[in-house]
């Protein structure tokens, strides 16, 4: 099966369990792994046959427009539901990263979907 990657999409998002946190948009990190047969868009050099990468991410980054989010657990699976429900790869996989920890690089979560 071939992939489509998008790694690190810098997105801001109101996410966090208080409403404080909330208030203002955070930072996150988004990656997207997208399962899909792009076999006939290579032989055929024709976008139309393929998952076009540039539309999804501009798609993700308007995603947390007006929308709000407690767990970036959530914020993971309703970028997958999207993905699937709008470009119909096998499967996707999306990793949230959250820069929270001081101590830490960043937290992440990872979900998967087919």
Do not use: C
């Amino acid at each position: 099966m071939s992939k489509i990657k998008i790694v690190d999409l810098e997105v801001f998002y109101h996410v966090g369990i208080t409403d404080e946190e909330r208030a203002k948009p955070q930072r996150l990190l988004i990656s997207i792994d997208m399962d899909f047969d792009f076999s006939v868009a290579a032989s055929t050099d024709r976008l139309a046959k393929t998952i076009d990468y540039y539309v999804v991410s501009q798609q993700v980054i308007a995603f947390g427009g007006n929308r709000s989010w407690k767990l970036i657990e959530k914020v993971a699976a309703n970028i997958a539901d999207f993905i699937l429900s709008e470009h119909h790869p096998e499967d996707v996989t999306v990793e949230v990263k959250k820069f929270v920890i001081p101590a830490a690089r960043y937290v992440s979560v990872v979900w998967t979907r087919k």
